[in-house]
């Protein structure tokens, strides 16, 4: 019988997204999506800051963040 593995601890603190600003997108191709989500644990517990975002992402999804400290300031569209 295989001795079970400890579980990995993540660093991080989790997030949800509440809404996906998809009229500001970024980077070189527009993969970069600017992302409002609403903080899950932590000393920020239920404060909704903007991140900028790599990859596929829907409303609802769950995310880990490394730290709450940092926010994306808004993408100005021309």
Same mark, same amino acid.
Not at 5 to 33: C, D, F, H, M, W
């Given at each position: 019988?295989?001795?079970?593995? @400890?579980?990995?601890?993540?660093?991080?603190?989790?997030? +949800?997204? $509440?809404?996906? %600003? %998809?009229?500001? &997108?970024?980077?070189?191709?527009?993969? =970069?999506?600017?992302?409002?989500? !609403?903080?899950?644990?932590? &000393?920020?517990?239920?404060?909704? =800051?903007? !991140? %900028?975002?790599?990859? @596929?992402? !829907? $409303?609802?999804?769950?995310?880990?963040? @490394?730290?709450?400290?940092? +926010?994306? &300031? +808004? =993408?100005?569209? &021309?």
């Amino acid at each position: 019988m295989a001795e079970e593995q @400890p579980a990995r601890q993540l660093s991080g603190y989790l997030a +949800e997204i $509440v809404e996906i %600003n %998809n009229k500001s &997108k970024t980077g070189i191709y527009g993969e =970069i999506y600017s992302v409002s989500c !609403r903080i899950l644990e932590g &000393k920020d517990k239920g404060r909704i =800051i903007r !991140r %900028n975002m790599l990859g @596929p992402a !829907r $409303v609802g999804d769950v995310i880990r963040l @490394p730290d709450t400290s940092r +926010e994306a &300031k +808004e =993408i100005r569209v &021309k």
